[in-house]
């Protein structure tokens, strides 16, 4: 079955470090490019940071740029989100979204396949 | 970078059809992607590159684009439609991020 699977989340203090991960099956993981999305419970969806097949390109939102580090393991089947210097403004479900195929949208990015998300809160 | 805006809530009847805008500045210059979200569960795309209805979607839903408007229309709506629905957008400047939500709409069906 294709599929993506979040792990890692749970409760933080302000300034602490995190690292979520997400675990794909089902497809051929190096053939995509990777991202993170985040939803604070009840509000609309945030895209965090993304990157290409190996991990060589990276974006970040400013929102996050200097504190968070996306990175991906294509060996393990495995992309990483390390947080740093959280704040409770980072208090969200963390999803993890597959590229879509660049033959359906040529350079754009959008997401065709999506984990179920890993909640983080940061709370003193 | 840019936003995209969508009107919070729309409400309609089983049967009648929903139209759901999603409004930028450089609409014109970018193709629309949209999402629904039903409670508890991971986004899941609807229509791609403005027009194009993802494998698996059901005909009902349609997209169009014109200027600075994006539409999401959803003909004939049934019960199971009542959802969150996202518009998204890319950047391909290397001085923007590449993604962009709209701030999404709650469809009711009532």
């Known amino acids: 079955e294709v599929q993506l699977a979040e792990s890692g989340g749970r409760v933080a203090r302000p300034g602490e470090s995190l690292r979520v991960s997400c675990a794909a099956s089902g497809f051929t993981f190096e053939d995509f490019g990777m991202a993170w999305v985040r939803q604070v419970p009840g509000k609309g969806l945030e895209w965090v940071s993304g990157l290409n097949w190996n991990g060589a390109n990276t974006h970040y939102a400013d929102s996050v740029k200097g504190r968070f580090t996306i990175s991906r393991d294509n060996a393990k089947n495995s992309l990483y989100l390390q947080m740093s210097s959280l704040s409770v403004e980072d208090t969200a479900f963390y999803y993890c979204a597959r590229r879509g195929d660049a033959a359906m949208a040529g350079t754009d990015w959008f997401f065709d396949l999506w984990g179920r998300g890993t909640l983080v809160t940061v709370s003193s | ?110």
């Open chain 2, 1 to 110: 970078s840019y936003e995209l805006t969508q009107p919070p809530s729309v409400s309609v009847s089983p049967g009648q059809t929903a139209r759901i805008t999603c409004s930028g500045d450089a609409l014109p210059k970018r193709h629309t992607y949209w999402y629904q979200q039903k409670p508890g569960q991971a986004p899941v795309v609807l229509i791609y590159k403005d027009i194009k209805r993802s494998s698996g979607i059901p005909e009902r839903f349609s997209g169009s684009s014109s200027g600075t408007t994006a539409t999401l229309t959803i003909s004939g709506v049934q019960a199971e439609d009542e959802a969150d629905y996202y518009c998204q957008s890319t950047d391909s400047s290397a001085t923007s991020p590449p993604v962009v939500f709209g701030g999404g709409t709650k469809l009711t069906v009532l």
